[in-house]
């Protein structure tokens, strides 16, 4: 799915909230949570889309939409950051630019493929497929991390999760639903690469900048290039509502909490620590796609997916466990 110093005044974070992040069970507990929240968008986005008559080819709309949301969840998480006492606009001219780098791939051009290509699969198939970004955590951090390379363990842990969210998309006696398109299927993995790519550089900024604050910024200023780019593409959501607008807000509140907590695991843990959680969102996103999409998830294949990614997960972080923390 990230504490040095800088010329800018040090927004290192307390030794409470470190001892906090770098606990094992807080891992587990925050970091599940995360991928609860983030399995909620999947259903979350199509009732959007559903709610405002955003049609699935209607890709300038839809950037509108994801615009709104991560601007408000970056606004939101800075006036948080603010109200902490955190310095949130105090940085260095590098930073800046590192924080606009960040904002331009892992919200504006990583949503750009997420929301199309969300339009055109399932929320079930999307959230199954966005699990691939686990693999290329895995694998981006054994080329450019030491002390995390890939493991045995690790990477059986990594193909028993996988066959987890495989189990999901199980459809009874047709088997696997294969069917593959660039603009669906294509786009989600996509995302899920820029995804796992510019996470591992949000690492390293986080390092000398808050997680709360670059999580914020980061957000903020994707958030911005994504509806500026709806704009210019005429794309226009009218028809908004009370419900819409609840459903709206409630999405700037999931992207805000989990990617500011996701940024501080990283920042005290090893990547593959981390990311390995991942394989919890496909579970999630598809028992609530079935829950409000009416999205056919049968409860046998839930079961057995949610204990093969529990082993998974296990694999890796008991692994991780034993292993020095990466500061």
Not at 120 to 139: C, D, E, Q, R, Y
Not at 210 to 219: I, R
Not at 261 to 270: G, I
Not at 307 to 325: H, K, M, Q, S, Y
């Amino acid at each position: 799915m990230l504490s040095g110093r800088d010329t800018a005044p040090s927004t290192a974070p307390s030794a409470t909230a470190v001892s906090v992040f770098s606990r094992q069970r807080q891992l587990v507990l925050l970091a599940t949570l995360c991928c609860l929240l983030w399995g909620s968008a999947y259903p979350a986005i199509k009732g959007g889309y559903a709610l405002l008559g955003i049609a699935r080819d209607d890709t300038a709309a839809q950037l509108v939409f994801a615009g709104w949301r991560f601007l408000l969840a970056g606004g939101l998480l800075l006036l948080i950051a603010r109200l902490m006492g955190k310095r949130v606009g105090a940085l260095a001219p590098a930073q800046w630019g590192q924080l606009a780098l960040l904002g331009l791939t892992q919200t504006a051009l990583q949503y750009v493929f997420f929301y199309v290509g969300l339009a055109h699969t399932t929320g079930v198939k999307g959230s199954i497929l966005n699990a691939t970004g686990t693999f290329f955590s895995v694998l981006l951090a054994h080329l450019f991390h030491a002390n995390d390379r890939l493991s045995r363990r690790r990477a059986l842990g990594c193909a028993v999760g996988f066959a987890g969210v495989m189990v999901v998309n199980l459809r009874g006696a047709q088997g696997l639903d294969a069917s593959f398109t660039l603009l669906g299927e294509g786009f989600i993995v996509i995302a899920a690469f820029v995804l796992s790519a510019a996470s591992l550089y949000g690492k390293r900024v986080s390092q000398r900048i808050d997680p709360m604050v670059m999580t914020g910024w980061q957000l903020g200023l994707g958030g911005l290039v994504l509806l500026l780019g709806g704009l210019a593409g005429g794309g226009a959501i009218t028809g908004w509502g009370a419900v819409s607008l609840a459903l709206l807000g409630y999405m700037a509140v999931l992207s805000a909490v989990a990617l500011a907590l996701w940024a501080a695991l990283l920042k005290h843990h090893r990547v593959g620590q981390v990311t390995v959680f991942n394989f919890l969102i496909p579970v999630f996103g598809a028992l609530l796609s079935a829950l409000f999409l009416g999205e056919a998830v049968l409860e046998w294949r839930n079961a057995v997916a949610l204990v093969l990614v529990c082993a998974g997960i296990w694999f890796v972080t008991t692994e991780a466990a034993a292993a020095p923390r990466a500061g």
